[in-house]
């Protein structure tokens, strides 16, 4: 199976700031590739599909890219409403792979 | 508005069998695959099982395969696991989930349910 590697595991970032996530696949999953936003007590909400296309009511200021092996989210002004837990997912081959997760903490 | 509600978690003794369930809404459930996703609490997020439509596709990832089955029932909205054999390593969140367009195998995952908590333990 697919293993998907996130780096950092925990980033600390200033409301305002920017954020730059990266998940890694260890072989190719083409542009297979969504992210996950978890707060807490709460069920993942997918954000990005396909690397780079939001979901439905998600706002601008998140944003992905990349393609093969190397994908990045990037939150361009985090908001209080975005400190959680992101997961990175391929659904390039079965099963299905996550990410260990990186969590956004206030700075 | 689309909603998952799942039931049926609890503590159960190792070696034992338990069945979740996980009623649909708010969508045409017969027109798409349905997946449980797991979660250890304060862990990362581990995909259980997979079912198509119309139950003619069916995947389990290999932690499980042989003790868990998934079904479905599009007349009653309704989405199960039943669990056998239970081991201290199921303990986990386990959450229903909507699989993503384009039919099996599901892409993504969206939305999820609330989730419902599966202890294992004596």
């Known amino acids: 199976e697919i293993v998907m590697t996130q780096s950092p595991a925990t980033l600390s970032v200033s409301p305002g700031e920017r954020a730059t996530l990266s998940c890694r696949a260890s072989?190719?999953?083409?542009?297979?590739l969504g992210w996950y936003q978890q707060k807490p007590g709460q069920a993942p909400r997918l954000l990005i599909y396909g690397a780079s296309t939001r979901a439905t009511g998600i706002p601008a200021r998140f944003s992905g890219s990349g393609s093969g092996t190397e994908f990045t989210l990037t939150i361009s002004s985090l908001q209080s409403e975005d400190f959680a837990v992101y997961y990175c997912?391929?659904?390039?081959?079965?099963?299905?792979?996550f990410g260990q997760g990186t969590k956004v903490e206030i700075k | 508005e689309v909603q998952l509600v799942e039931s049926g978690g609890g503590l159960v003794q190792p070696g034992r069998s338990l069945r979740l369930s996980c009623a649909a809404s708010g969508f045409t459930f017969d027109d798409y695959a349905m997946h449980w996703v797991r979660q250890v609490p304060g862990k990362g997020l581990e995909w259980v099982s997979g079912?198509?439509?119309?139950?003619?596709?069916?995947g389990y990832a290999d932690s499980v395969k042989g003790r868990f089955t998934i079904s479905r029932d599009n007349a009653k909205n309704s989405l199960n696991l039943q669990m056998n054999s239970l081991r201290a390593e199921d303990t986990a969140l386990y959450y229903c989930?909507?699989?993503?367009?384009?039919?099996?195998?599901?892409?993504?995952?969206?939305?999820w349910g609330q989730g419902t908590l599966v202890t294992v333990s004596s």
């Open positions: 989930a909507k699989g993503g367009p384009g039919g099996w195998p599901s892409p993504w995952f969206d939305p």
């Open positions: 079912i198509s439509w119309n139950s003619g596709s069916i």
């Open positions: 072989q190719s999953v083409s542009s297979n």
């Open positions: 997912q391929q659904y390039n081959n079965w099963p299905r792979t």
